[in-house]
């Protein structure tokens, strides 16, 4: 099984200020990583796809970078309703796998 | 407009039964892999299962396999998830999800498995 490894698990940030996120997979996955964001008591939603295809409708501030092993999710300017819980997942071989989720908090 | 509507959650007792259900609307369901995701409380998100457009294949995390089985009607657009021999560490909101890249996503059914 492949392991995502993600981090940190929480960042404290600013609004304005510049996150980036990391997932590494245990294997090479090529690009078949997605991203999620997620707020308390919602279904995840789809941020990037294919490692760094923003998903229609989410703000250009989400980027993603990387493939084989180590990936990026970096928001250029964080806005008040970014903060929240970003998930990577990695759809290269079942079983899929989660990362553990970054919860992205107010300093 | 994408809509996934799980059903089927509950209270259940430990080594029960429950079936979960999903209905969906807004895309051709018969030509799309299909998933379950689930996220105990307070906790992070675990894929289950998906199945194949036509259900020739289905893929399990281990900690399921022999558990629970996943199914599909495409006359019908409904995705299920029969689980038998539910544990405490089950408990979790079940999500139902389109495709093999889990892009769109319900709102999730609540499972409870307590005495």
């Known amino acids: 099984d492949i392991q995502m490894t993600q981090s940190p698990s929480s960042v404290s940030a600013s609004v304005g200020d510049r996150v980036t996120i990391t997932c590494r997979a245990s294997q090479g996955i090529s690009s078949w990583l997605a991203w999620y964001q997620q707020k308390p008591g919602k279904a995840p939603k789809l941020l990037i796809y294919a490692a760094s295809s923003l998903q229609s409708g989410v703000p250009s501030r989400f980027s993603g970078s990387g493939s084989g092993t180590d990936f990026t999710l970096t928001i250029s300017s964080l806005q008040p309703e970014d903060f929240a819980t970003y998930y990577c997942?990695?759809?290269?071989?079942?079983?899929?796998?989660f990362g553990g989720g970054t919860k992205v908090e107010i300093k | 407009e994408v809509q996934l509507v799980e059903s089927g959650g509950g209270l259940v007792q430990p080594g029960g039964s429950l079936r979960l259900s999903c209905a969906a609307s807004?895309?051709?369901?018969?030509?799309?892999?299909m998933s379950w995701v689930r996220q105990p409380p307070g906790k992070g998100l675990e894929w289950v299962a998906n199945?194949?457009?036509?259900?020739?294949?289905?893929y399990y995390v281990d900690s399921v396999k022999g558990r629970f089985t996943i199914s599909r009607d495409n006359a019908e657009n409904s995705l299920f998830l029969q689980m038998n021999s539910l544990r405490p560490d089950d408990t979790a909101v079940y999500y139902c999800?389109?495709?093999?890249?889990?892009?769109?996503w319900g709102q999730g059914t609540l499972v409870t498995v307590s005495s």
């Open positions: 199945i194949k457009q036509d259900g020739s294949e289905k």
């Open positions: 997942l990695q759809t290269n071989s079942f079983p899929l796998t």
């Open positions: 999800a389109r495709g093999k890249d889990v892009r769109y």
């Open positions: 807004g895309f051709t369901y018969s030509t799309y892999w």
